[in-house]
């Protein structure tokens, strides 16, 4: 659900809007935050046969700051930080799926 569709959905139901439960759109986020978003999804993934997803790519960062036009080094740190932080959930995301896939397939 969407900020726009949450609000929508407040207003048709006449109930008073709980912030705390309002999804965050983009315009909410610094535009670090933003920029470090587009980054991760502009980056390629690392995907093995046995283990799965082991990460993003990081290889041509210094190409893609200059893309992003990420000059600053405290930007860069900052942005980097997010990347990796971001990428730590979904190869934990992903190792949790691979090995519910594993534990089903095996008791079969």
């Not at 920029?35 to 980056?43: K, P, Q, R, V, W």
Request: with cysteine.
């Amino acid at each position: 659900m969407t900020k726009d569709q949450y609000l929508r959905m407040v207003e048709q139901t006449g109930e008073e809007i709980d912030w705390d439960r309002c999804p965050p759109d983009e315009e909410d986020f610094p535009e670090s935050v933003v920029t470090a978003l587009n980054i991760y999804h502009s980056l390629g993934n690392k995907i093995y046969g046995e283990v799965g997803y082991t990460g993003k790519d990081f290889t041509n960062m210094d190409l893609v700051f200059y893309i992003y036009k990420v000059t600053d080094y405290i930007q860069k740190a900052w942005i980097f930080d997010l990347l990796l932080f971001i990428d730590s959930i979904s190869i934990e995301e992903n190792q949790k799926r691979l090995k519910a896939e594993y534990d089903r397939i095996k008791k079969k």
